[in-house]
């Protein structure tokens, strides 16, 4: 089983509709939930982070964390064509010399 | 402020070649990745190094890969020599610990 594991793409929906993107883990002693956007030629950028069970919102975006099931997902209501990147799921375990553990992606085409 | 700043942004050189990529944290940062994307194999974690010392490089592909954090500002990739396979977008990345990670621009090296 991979570490982070990102339902595979590309996922497209139409402007204006809620854009559901996936992802598990394995190691259940995982602390930090990241996802970071990453458009074509571009680097990674963070856009939400969460550290406990629940939702989080921060605009349109809002990520959910399930430790039980080791599954974080992000919503992104009103898509909008700029949405349209890769998102990257990453984990860190935590602790004094943790790293991020990145899943592969996946592409979201938001169609206007 | 100032991000992550990596150089060259674009690299092109011949196979057998040496080839040293740069990166400078951002300030006060004191975690340090060195990250590979590819498309078919994503974003891979190459090594990190926590205050300037280097704290897993299980990800370094091979001998011909090493890294170097002389102080808390400056850190170098370098591959010697250069094979085509090498090629990929090299991602620096610095945080303080357990805290998100920020990503330079990227250094696009291609090995003909």
């Known amino acids: 089983q991979k570490e982070v594991e990102q339902n595979s793409g590309p996922l497209s929906v139409p402007e204006g509709a809620i854009a559901s993107l996936n992802c598990t883990y394995s190691?259940?002693?995982?602390?930090?939930f990241f996802w970071y956007r990453q458009y074509s030629g571009k680097s990674p950028e963070l856009i939400m982070s969460i550290y406990s069970n629940g939702d989080k919102e921060d605009g349109r975006f809002t990520a959910q964390l399930n430790k039980a099931s080791q599954y974080v997902s992000l919503l992104i209501r009103d898509s909008q064509p700029s949405d349209s990147a890769t998102y990257l799921c990453a984990v860190n375990k935590g602790g004094a010399n943790s790293k991020l553990t990145f899943g592969k992606g996946i592409t979201l085409s938001v169609r206007p | 402020d100032a991000g992550v700043i990596q150089s060259p942004r674009h690299e092109v050189t011949e196979m057998g070649q040496e080839v040293t990529l740069r990166c400078k944290p951002i300030?006060?940062?004191?975690?340090l990745f060195w990250y590979r994307q590819t498309m078919m194999r994503g974003l891979e974690l190459l090594i990190y190094?926590?205050?300037?010392?280097?704290?897993?490089d299980s990800g370094m592909p091979e001998d011909r890969f090493s890294a170097k954090m002389p102080n808390a500002s400056f850190s170098t990739l370098k591959i010697q020599p250069s094979e085509p396979r090498d090629s990929a977008v090299y991602f620096c990345?610095?945080?303080?610990?357990?805290?998100?990670?920020?990503f330079g621009d990227g250094t696009r090296l291609s090995i003909l």
């Open positions: 990345a610095s945080s303080f610990p357990d805290q998100p990670q920020h």
């Open positions: 300030s006060g940062h004191n975690s």
């Open positions: 190691d259940r002693g995982s602390q930090s």
């Open positions: 190094f926590n205050n300037n010392v280097p704290i897993d």
